[in-house]
């Protein structure tokens, strides 16, 4: 069955503060990584990693993915009060299963002025 | 507006009515999901269309539950009989699949059931 762990559950820093949030994951004819960030309503799209050691970069966000080590992990440097969130990490399996996300679940982040 | 829309954003039934909901996906998008969010949980798949054709149903889809597409355009969820236990917020997600898609699903916010 596949299966997408996060650590750490949840997380309390400052503003200011830079964390690593990360995933690891199990899934049959795995195609993509994916993180999204949710605050109390729908899921919204950060970052999709299908190549290993490739970083991506979105202003303070940035996220890497381990092919090898079935691992990926989300830092946000120079947390914000607006980072406080919940960041959920999925993998998406190829074939006919195809945007079948297996969703962990999920990373509770706070940050404290 | 123009991304993924869902109805009713609330629902408050007893236990053994049935309850409908109603995802618009992103126009253009082909691809459908359903999935069910309990709180502390990320969301678990529970089933997904193809143009109007359910491709793939999770085992968590029992036979209370029926989704259908009829015209590859917008979904329906029945929920019937409910039980407690099906109190969650339930997603509705679109993608567009050109045949090696980029497997980045759409979001709606959700419509939320509280069965008492």
């Known amino acids: 069955e596949d299966k997408v762990v996060q650590s750490p559950l949840s997380l309390v820093v400052h503003e200011g503060d830079t964390v690593t949030l990360n995933c690891s994951y199990e899934?049959?004819?795995?195609?993509?990584l994916l993180w999204y960030k949710q605050e109390k309503k729908a899921p919204t799209f950060l970052f999709m990693l299908?190549?290993?050691?490739i970083e991506k970069k979105s202003g303070r966000l940035s996220s890497i993915l381990d092919k090898k080590e079935l691992f990926s992990i989300l830092n946000i440097t120079a947390t914000q009060t607006g980072d406080s969130a919940v960041y959920l990490c999925a993998a998406n399996a190829g074939g006919t299963s195809y945007g079948k996300l297996t969703f962990g679940q999920g990373t509770i982040l706070t940050v404290h002025p | 507006d123009t991304g993924v829309s869902q109805n009713p954003r609330h629902k408050i039934t007893k236990r053994g009515q049935n309850v409908t909901f109603r995802c618009d996906p992103i126009s253009e998008h082909n691809r459908l999901y359903w999935y069910r969010q309990t709180l502390g949980q990320g969301p678990e798949f529970l089933t997904y269309?193809?143009?109007?054709?359910?491709?793939?149903k999770s085992r968590l889809l029992s036979d209370r539950f029926s989704a259908e597409r009829p015209k590859g355009s917008f979904s329906t969820l029945e929920i019937q009989r409910t039980e407690q236990g099906d109190s969650a917020m339930y997603l509705c997600a679109s993608s567009l699949d050109r045949g090696g898609g980029t497997g980045e699903l759409f979001f709606g916010e959700g419509s939320r059931l509280t069965v008492l």
């Open positions: 899934v049959t004819n795995f195609r993509s």
């Open positions: 299908t190549s290993s050691g």
């Open positions: 269309f193809q143009n109007e054709a359910q491709l793939e």
